[in-house]
């Protein structure tokens, strides 16, 4: 389960409408907790780094990534996932999306964004042992 505050949902799903027709990205932030869900506390843009192909590719430089990274750890965060959209397609996960995902336990958050316009939003969670066997499987987004 994958707990959203109202205002990081919005911000998310209002950054693909902006990039729109390209596809947007960043990483989600916050906490585990014990019983297994996450609880965002926080999203981060990221420039997606694909200008070739920028339509269906996203892509997070590995240097902002670290970056994003140590600014979560010194507010007490960790990162909880990554999200991007998905302009004019579904809100499921590509090929492409499962073989760039590297994150085991983390969330692939996936917005539609039809026409200019953020339409659904789905999270999947990357699971398995290592890349032999990850696979992204459907999690529930809670709004709170
Ligand atoms: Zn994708």
Request: charged share 30%; hydrophobic share 30%.
């Amino acid at each position: 389960m994958l707990k959203f505050k109202k205002s990081d949902y919005d911000a998310i799903r209002r950054h693909g409408e902006e990039t729109y027709p390209h596809e947007c990205c960043g990483v989600l932030l916050g906490r585990f907790e014990d019983d297994g869900a996450r609880t965002i506390t926080s999203t981060a843009r990221a420039g997606n780094t694909r200008t070739d192909s920028a339509h269906n590719r996203y892509n997070i430089d590995p240097r902002e990534l670290v970056r994003i990274q140590r600014e979560a750890r010194d507010r007490g965060e960790d990162i909880l996932g990554f999200y991007h959209s998905h302009p004019d397609h579904p809100a499921r996960w590509s090929s492409t999306d499962l073989a760039e995902a590297h994150w085991l336990g983390c969330s692939y958050v996936i917005t539609s964004v039809e026409k200019g316009k953020a339409v659904l939003t789905n999270s999947f969670e990357l699971t398995g042992t290592d890349e032999s066997d990850k696979r992204l499987v459907d999690e529930q987004i809670v709004i709170a």
